[in-house]
């Protein structure tokens, strides 16, 4: 079975903080991860995707690898209010195009 | 580019009535779509996977009989809801995606809101 565990939150952080965000997978044929933002009552939109080990960064965004340790985290740099949403963690293997969704972790920016 | 239509947003339908809900890809060509259902402060699970000219492949537990899908044209799937219940009420999206892109990425409609009375 294979499983995404993200801690459901909520998380709270005060504007203009670091938010960071975690998540594990037990699969470890798990190849493509990938940071879904999803505002209530929306669809999820892509944040970024990771699949090398260490940190990719993209504006306020860096997500960061460990294969080894079989976690994958994000960090939001310079909280918004507009930060406020539930983060959606997924995870695919190579040649497999399902992705296997967390639970998301409810993230509230304090103005 | 990369933009995917779902139609209706949003239904309202009594219960043992069908529902028909569509996908399209606008922009590119869909090798494959997802059909998900989302509850309320739950995650998306995904129902079935679907190929273009073949039948979908659905996950356990989701009853194919009653959740129809098919995936005529590389651009548009349709998921009907046979005889619906209260308790298929959910909010349903759809993603689609190019086989061969790498990292395989999936692109997600705005979803579409099923209320069953």
């Known amino acids: 079975q294979k499983e995404v565990e993200q801690n459901s939150g909520p998380l709270s952080v005060p504007e203009g903080a670091i938010a960071s965000l975690n998540c594990t997978y037990s699969d470890r044929g798990s190849q493509s991860f990938f940071w879904y933002r999803q505002y209530s009552g929306k669809s999820p939109e892509l944040i970024m995707f990771?699949?090398?080990?260490g940190d990719k960064e993209d504006g306020r965004f860096t997500a960061q690898l460990n294969k080894a340790s079989q976690y994958v985290s994000l960090l939001i740099r310079d909280s918004q209010p507009s930060d406020s949403a539930t983060y959606l963690c997924?995870?695919?293997?190579?040649?497999?195009?399902?992705?296997?969704f967390g639970t998301g972790t409810r993230l509230t920016i304090i103005p | 580019g990369a933009v995917v239509s779902q139609h209706p947003s949003w239904v309202i339908c009594k219960s043992g009535t069908s529902v028909k809900i569509e996908c399209r890809s606008l922009d590119f060509q869909a090798t494959t779509m997802f059909w998900y259902r989302q509850f309320p402060k739950q995650s998306l699970m995904l129902m079935a996977t679907?190929?273009?000219?073949?039948?979908?492949?659905?996950e356990q537990g989701v009853e194919k009989d009653k959740f129809l899908i098919n995936h005529a044209s590389l651009t548009l799937s349709t998921l009907t809801v046979t005889s619906a219940h209260p308790e298929d009420s959910s909010f349903y999206i759809c993603s689609a995606g190019r086989r061969g892109q790498r990292p395989y990425e999936q692109y997600f409609g705005p979803g579409t809101r099923l209320t069953v009375t």
């Open positions: 679907s190929n273009e000219g073949s039948k979908a492949t659905y």
């Open positions: 990771i699949y090398s080990n």
């Open positions: 997924a995870v695919s293997n190579f040649g497999n195009e399902k992705l296997t």
